[in-house]
């Protein structure tokens, strides 16, 4: 009997891609999508689709009951930059929303859960070269903490009800097919649009910040190659460091002028800045690496090329 998957927030920059590739393995009827608003079309049309506010357990136990979950993709939170505009909306839909979905699974509902973390838990004072599994952990941001206290609690009812919660520390994440929302790291979305429509990009980070990136592929890849690892290999269940590539504002630039030869970048840093500032340049992901196999495939170049290539009838 094929297992049977439900995406909260499959409306997202991670939920839309994560939808696409869960259909494609699982049989497009096994995976339902849901969202506090519908998607595109695509995503509408290829699989059954939810209304669904992810802070409301009785809605998500309803579509659970229905269709008998067994998985459910927690993909849906409000971000770091928009969290800082409205701490107590971005607190209530992140942590509710993961207490719901782990309660679901304390009551053995549904079997396994998948929950984002991020490099926002960590906070000004920890080590910003290749940071570590275990180190310092203070984050400055509203959504920073809110991510820690998730993995707090993730690891409590792993170890307390046997709740099979899985979480990867998602860097910053690049991909054509959605627009992110609300991130710090979108920057590295937005100058590939802007790079193609006007051959210029005015950045609201400055050109020295170098931060953890990842192409959506590889994200999306180590997502379900966590999901479908033996729990015994599982050393960890806050949640995994995960990495890739690392890189400034100056070097996307360099890189996209491979390209577009007479690419402008300008510089005008604004409060996003101060949260990029408090979180690591690079990550040690060899836990990832040692427990699941995790290897990325995607660096600067071809990630460029994949953007450019993808974005450039669209545009
Ligand atoms: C953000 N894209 O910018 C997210 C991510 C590491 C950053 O968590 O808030």
Not at 223 to 250: D, H
């Amino acid at each position: 009997m094929q297992k049977s998957i439900l995406i909260l927030g499959a409306c997202g920059q991670i939920g839309t891609e994560l939808t696409i590739e869960l259909r494609a393995k699982y049989g497009s009827e096994n995976v339902v999508a849901s969202d506090i608003r519908e998607g595109g079309e695509s995503l509408m049309q290829s699989g059954p689709f939810e209304l669904l506010d992810a802070t409301n357990y009785e809605a998500i136990e309803d579509v659970v009951m229905h269709y008998e979950i067994d998985e459910v993709y927690l993909m849906a939170a409000m971000l770091s930059a928009t969290a800082e505009k409205f701490p107590m909306r971005a607190w209530n839909l992140n942590m509710n929303s993961l207490f719901n979905v782990l309660n679901l699974a304390k009551e053995k509902k549904i079997s396994k859960i998948f929950w984002p973390s991020s490099i926002a838990v960590f906070g000004p004072n920890t080590p910003k070269e290749n940071t570590m599994q275990s180190t310092i952990m203070e984050p400055s941001t509203v959504y920073g903490i809110s991510k820690q206290s998730g993995e707090r609690w993730c690891e409590y009812y792993f170890k307390k009800f046997d709740v099979d919660v899985r979480s990867v520390r998602y860097p910053g994440l690049i991909s054509w097919k959605t627009m992110p929302g609300g991130g710090t790291t979108d920057y590295a979305v937005d100058i590939y649009h802007e790079a193609l429509k006007k051959e210029s990009y005015e950045c609201f980070l400055n050109e020295e910040t170098k931060l953890p990136m990842m192409y959506m592929d590889d994200a999306i890849r180590a997502t379900i190659n966590l999901m479908e690892s033996p729990s015994e290999k599982l050393s960890v269940r806050s949640s995994y460091n995960l990495g890739s590539m690392s890189f400034t504002p100056k070097e996307v630039a360099q890189n996209i002028r491979k390209h577009i030869p007479n690419f402008e970048i300008s510089y005008n840093p604004d409060f996003r800045q101060q949260i990029a500032d408090s979180w690591p340049s690079s990550i040690d992901d060899s836990a990832a690496k040692r427990d699941w196999n995790w290897q990325p495939e995607f660096d600067l170049e071809k990630t460029t090329e994949e953007m450019l290539d993808n974005l450039k009838d669209t545009v």
